[in-house]
């Protein structure tokens, strides 16, 4: 089972921007979907943004679109979401997710706490 640490959240007014990012460990990043999912208080956990293994392919959620850029470095294990134009909407906590690509296996990480607000 993989690790994934996500970091780089915090408190920022609307309009900012923030950089997250996934470290991962313990398994083969480059066989490996990624993805960012965030939760609301009271809310489900939503789907954000999706790239695949190598970065071919990207996916985000209308809410984000044209606002967030995820990418990742397979040499560092790391996947990133770059979120700019942040809205108070935004807030959340956000994971990082790892799906396998044969196998569908999951792993997730801890999240990490965004809070856009004046």
């Known amino acids: 089972q993989g690790q994934l640490v996500e970091s780089g959240g915090g408190l920022v007014q609307p309009g900012g921007s923030l950089r997250l990012s996934c470290a991962t460990s313990?398994?083969?990043?480059?066989?490996?979907?990624m993805n960012w999912y965030r939760q609301a208080p009271g809310n489900e956990r939503e789907f954000v943004a999706f790239i695949s293994r190598f970065a071919l392919s990207k996916k985000y959620a209308d809410s984000v679109k044209g606002r967030f850029t995820i990418s990742r470095d397979n040499a560092k294990n790391t996947v990133y979401l770059q979120m700019n134009n942040l809205k108070p909407e935004d807030t959340a906590v956000y994971y990082c997710n790892a799906r396998h690509t044969a196998s569908g296996s999951q792993d997730w990480g801890q999240g990490t706490q965004v809070t856009v607000s004046s």
């Open positions: 313990g398994f083969t990043f480059s066989t490996y979907d």
